[in-house]
């Protein structure tokens, strides 16, 4: 089966417009469980509450409010955010080439795939290999899901893959992490140099697994196996048959319809 | 993947694997559905109008895995209007609002065969526009014992002066509609009023019918869910498809014909497919207009 695009739309610099698919690099696996009331096992909902007035929040009185000073608020609409959403776009506009080296790890934010769609693959297979001979990674800009994103976009294996980019004023100051700089003794460095030598290997990624999840998972499995599940509540069932005049009237209607 | 265009009154709309047959033990394409849908478009579309869609995708069929969507996908084109509605959560989800032909078309080329919607619209999320009773039997019980309870239902709801009307769901059960269409109306007052009709047949009733959830109480009876009457809830819509071995159709029926098919003891004959639904809407015109028109009050609240 096809894999699901996220985005679709054209990747374009200069003449060149190629339509692709945006689609998933990376499915986090992470074991993620529900909060139920120990009592009954039923799952608990969030609700907005309001400590003033010691109450639940209906949606409709819920509004948002910038905090500009301690308990001084901007409110925003709706209609507000949306004046300053980007327009939805349909191309991934590359507005310059780096060079693959010189981007900066630390930016790299959340990974995805570029897939050629239809009658764009000859053009998709060119940008690709030109991009691999020349290291080069395309810089571009493009709109998601009412936000615009900076992208690295690069030539992986074959195919062009995308990473959204931290903008530079998300990235904190290094400069208080180092610490001053001292003279470094030959001798200590080289030590140093040969520890790190006799551990070099090949960068394998498959050798390691998140052990927790492993262990998370096994244990649910013997848990699953052995132990009863626990079943939530069928909602709520408290008895109570409604106004007393609606069940009156009720009563008195159902008189009727059985002596029909 | 296969793709043709279709011309329509916004430009042309691409549509995918025509060819793929989503009820393989039937046979009924992606063509065919389009098809289907394109024929009930006059009377399914006013009823979906103006209500947050959620999508229920078959991607692959109907034996296969399905999604809801609720979110209106990105890739929409941009004639497809949406609307922000907020959630239980207090989050805001933008839906689709299948407010036109291409809308339907749209979706229906995303393999959403069911289309499942809120009872009240968009702009008005927490004023139901009607009350329901989903009437859902439990194993061994079947449609026809709907029939049944549905029938007593009627009776009942017309005492306290409501009209109602069915539907089939198109699944294994029926879903009494009451229509309201007033601006005062809360959910609140909705499952109250149906959680009380519930406990009155369940109590005259109590071979036939329950009014609780719990699967247990349910064998053998006509569980009436009171508890659809929910801004968070959704009902199929009517006359849309169904995801089941045949494609069936959520449809309506006259209070008169379910008398009659409820003496006949066939459950089989309950089920409106496809081919009869577009036939039956063209020569009956829309059994459930008075749903989105009617005004009524709820007595005694």
Redesign the interface.
Known sequence: ??V?????GTISFSLVAIPVRLVKAIEPRGVSFHLLHSKDYSRL????FCPEENTMV???E?VRGYEILPDKYILMT?EELESVSPE?SRTIEIVEFIDTKDVDPIYYDHPYYLVPS?GGEKAYQLLVEVMRRTNKAGLAKFV??EREYLVAVFSRDGALALTTLHYSDEILPDEDMSPKKGKIGAEEESRMKKSIEQMIEDFNPGKYADERRKKLVDLLATKAKEKALVEA???E?EEG???A???????E??R???A? | MSRTFVDMARGRLPLSNLEKDLYPSYGFTKANILEYYRGIAPFILPHLKDRALTLKRYPEGVEQDFFFEKRCPMHRPAWVKTAEVPQDDGDKIRFCLVNDLETLIWVENLASLELHVPLARAGSPWTPDSMVFDLDPGDPANILDCARVALILRDLLSRMGLASYIKTSGQKGLHVFVPLNRKDTTFEDTKTFSKAVAGIMQKHYPALVTAKMAKQERIGKVFINWSQNDASKTMICVYSLRAREKPFVSFPVEWKELEDLAGLGDPERLQVVHSEAVRRAEEKGDLFREVLVKEQKLPHL
């Open positions: 089966m096809a699901q695009g996220i985005w679709s909902s969030r609700k907005m209906p949606p409709d819920i709706d939805r239809k998601m899901a509540p069928a909602v069932e048959e409604g106004p005049d609606l069940v009156a009237a009720l009563e209607s159902m009727k319809v059985k029909r």
